[in-house]
């Protein structure tokens, strides 16, 4: 059973696919008694997250190998607990930036006392539509908007994990006797969350502990050397020396939201969409391609930036 907040942070699949004849005009296509697509018909797949390059790490990019979760973009290594293992894949990101990171549990054949389970969640401060600016505040939001039959344990306070400060948040299901520990820092402008739950108080604690071995950047400035500066809302005027804008050749009206990395020298070298069609992408990639901003300069260095922009919205 997943908390409300996981719920809130579950994304529904976001492909979708459409059916198109040999005359390249969209039509529904039922598929043969055998599973097959009809002779003649192509699926062609909608809006998903894409990047311009594959050796930039992306979100969505993390992974279990050997009992181990690794994400490079968040910079993020957490050793499983003894034969837990990612239960299920996550979605691709929503079109307003939220991950399902990584779904840990112990294995179907575990016959402990009681089962528990670790959900890694990201959600993009970008493009959020919920009203918080940091982690504390996202946290403190979910709290004041649990549904009616689940109580607070532990009012949202800052604690220290893996050398790093978090908000943590309990709360729990009288009914269900579930209990939850919401986990949640900021890293890289993403609201990263870990949610721990089950009915055994004891294996949570457990899990705490397990988590002050994880590792994660630090909140210093070195940090600031291996990963680009987040700035949000960097794409303006004041920054820009020259801008192009995509060109569509098809109508829609879904939103694209887009994350670069612009260098040093003020160019875009990485483009990571969270949700676009093809179309889209190629179009956009076409146009950041071309544009150009003012070198970022920090501590008298210069320094590469990673913004948001949102596309779309209507008429693209």
Not at 243 to 255: G, K, L, M, Q
Not at 275 to 286: G, H, K, L, R, V
């Amino acid at each position: 059973m997943l908390s409300p907040l996981a719920r809130h942070l579950l994304i529904p699949l976001l492909c979708v696919s459409f059916a198109v004849g040999q005359s390249a005009q969209p039509q529904s296509a039922q598929l043969a008694d055998d599973g097959k697509v009809p002779s003649g018909v192509i699926i062609v797949k909608g809006a998903w997250s894409s990047a311009s390059d594959s050796t930039t790490p992306v979100p969505e990019g993390g992974s279990v190998t050997n009992g181990v979760y690794r994400n490079d973009y968040f910079g993020m290594t957490y050793s499983l607990p003894h034969n837990w293992t990612e239960e299920y894949k996550g979605p691709p990101p929503s079109d307003h930036g939220r991950y399902v990171l990584a779904q840990i549990a112990p294995p179907e054949t575990f016959t402990g006392s009681a089962r528990g389970s670790i959900l890694m969640t990201a959600e993009d401060m970008f493009f959020t539509p919920v009203p918080a600016k940091s982690a504390a505040e996202f946290v403190n939001y979910s709290k004041d908007h649990l549904q009616p039959d689940y109580k607070v344990e532990q009012l949202p306070q800052p604690i220290t994990l893996a050398g790093r400060n978090f908000t943590f948040l309990k709360y729990w299901s009288p009914v269900a006797e579930l209990h939850w520990f919401v986990l949640a820092t900021e890293i890289r402008c993403h609201t990263v969350e870990i949610v721990l739950s089950s009915r055994d108080s004891d294996l949570l604690q457990s899990l705490m502990r397990s988590l002050q071995a994880m590792k994660l950047p630090d909140e210093t400035g070195s940090t600031a050397e291996r990963f680009p500066v987040c700035i949000k809302h960097y794409a303006t005027e004041a920054n820009l020396i020259n801008r192009v804008e995509p060109v569509f050749n098809e109508a829609r009206f879904n939103p694209v939201p887009v994350r670069i990395i612009i260098d040093k020298s003020g160019s875009v070298r990485h483009i990571h969409f969270l949700s676009a069609f093809p179309d889209q992408a190629q179009a956009i990639t076409a146009a950041l391609k071309q544009w150009k901003f003012r070198p970022h300069v920090e501590n008298g260095k210069v320094v590469e930036v990673e913004t948001g922009i949102m596309f779309g919205r209507g008429g693209n």
